[in-house]
Antibody, heavy 120, light 108 residues
Framework: QVQLVESGGGVVQPGGSLRLSCAAS????????MHWVRQAPGKGLEWVAF????????YYADSVKGRFTISRDNSKNTLYLQMNSLRAEDTAVYYC?????????????WGQGTMVTVSS | AIQLTQSPSSLSASVGDRVTITCRAS??????LAWYQQKPGKAPKLLIY???SLESGVPSRFSGSGSGTDFTLTISSLQPEDFATYYC??????????FGPGTKVDIK
């Protein structure tokens, strides 16, 4: 079935780095844009980054621009989020999500989330 | 950047009630709006896309309406499994792909 599975979360010190992965299955991964969305404990949803189906366009939230990098490997059906210079305010559950349509649209499939904790 | 506001921020309702949640955009977004349901500890679930299209598998008691700046999510007859937090999101003008602050629906 259509599925997204995140991995790579954990505890990291401020200023540290972490790489999240999102393994896709059950659909043609290379045909859809993908997003990262995060949710701090007890807070709402915050969009983090987007990558076009072919990797040609990438967008970032201002809060992570210059520190986070989204990428994808369509041969491995995997989405990535490289997170550098991590701050306490980056502590959150990170979800990957798939665009409903080939272009930009609603997010129809979400992973289960992976927790990132930035703490000394 | 486009801002989204939701009202109310929370509401208490009973099973069988009709529930309406409003989402307002700071500028026109045509029909590029989605609604999600999130239960504690779970990922969000898409309910409505393009303002009024029901996602496959979502019960017909959920409906969406609106265009431009004002949107509504309606639950025609609230069921026990509908107690959750609901978020609107716009994808007309990006980045960012803005989410609303959420509306928590709990049991009266």
């Amino acid at each position: 079935q259509v599925q997204l599975v995140e991995s790579g979360g954990g505890v990291v010190q401020p200023g540290g780095s972490l790489r999240l992965s999102c393994a896709a299955s059950g659909f043609t991964f290379s045909s859809y844009g993908m997003h990262w969305v995060r949710q701090a404990p007890g807070k709402g949803l915050e969009w983090v980054a987007f990558i076009r189906y072919d990797g040609s366009n990438k967008y970032y939230a201002d809060s992570v621009k210059g520190r986070f990098t989204i990428s994808r490997d369509n041969s491995k059906n995997t989405l990535y989020l490289q997170m550098n210079s991590l701050r306490a305010e980056d502590t959150a559950v990170y979800y990957c999500a798939k665009d409903l349509v080939r272009g930009v649209g609603a997010f129809d499939i979400w992973g289960q989330g992976t927790m990132v904790t930035v703490s000394s | 950047a486009i801002q989204l506001t939701q009202s109310p921020s929370s509401l208490s309702a009973s099973v069988g009630d009709r529930v309406t949640i409003t989402c307002r955009a700071s500028q026109g977004i045509s029909s590029a709006l989605a609604w999600y349901q999130q239960k504690p500890g779970k990922a969000p679930k898409l309910l409505i896309y393009d303002a009024s299209s029901l996602e496959s598998g979502v019960p017909s008691r959920f409906s969406g309406s609106g265009s431009g700046t004002d949107f509504t999510l309606t639950i025609s007859s609230l069921q026990p499994e509908d107690f959750a937090t609901y978020y609107c999101q716009q994808f007309n003008s990006y980045p960012p792909f803005t989410f609303g602050p959420g509306t928590k629906v709990d049991i009266k």
